[in-house]
């Protein structure tokens, strides 16, 4: 049985994945030699690293791996700002701010003028 070639996502295949992975746990050893003393790191938390200050506040960071450049309207950019929305509102009811960081290995798409 051949696999239907509409279905197939090259963004979705392992060697994509592992990729991405690899570099999130580079950046995460990364991160944790960066704390300070009152910071812990959570991985895998409201986003995919989470530096939070002990008493409250920190930086949320979502991690991607990309080839291609990346604007405000690629839906990965749209989904990972939305999903930090969501996070962001729960959060700030409980008292605690958090800023948020996207980080991609692709270039960020030139703006256009207006």
């Given at each position: 049985?051949?696999p ?63 080839s ?13 700002l ?33």
């Amino acid at each position: 049985m051949t696999p239907d070639a509409s279905l197939l996502r090259p963004e979705r295949a392992a060697h994509a994945t592992i990729r991405g992975y690899l570099y999130q746990v580079c950046l995460g050893v990364q991160r944790w030699l960066e704390l300070g003393p009152e910071e812990i790191l959570l991985c895998e938390g409201d986003e995919d690293l989470d530096r939070r200050i002990l008493g409250g506040g920190g930086l949320s960071e979502q991690v991607k791996v990309s080839s291609d450049s990346l604007g405000l309207s690629d839906r990965v950019v749209r989904e990972s700002l939305g999903n930090f929305v969501v996070s962001y509102v729960a959060l700030r009811g409980q008292g605690e701010t958090r800023r948020f960081l996207f980080t991609t290995t692709g270039p960020a798409r030139r703006a256009r003028g207006f």
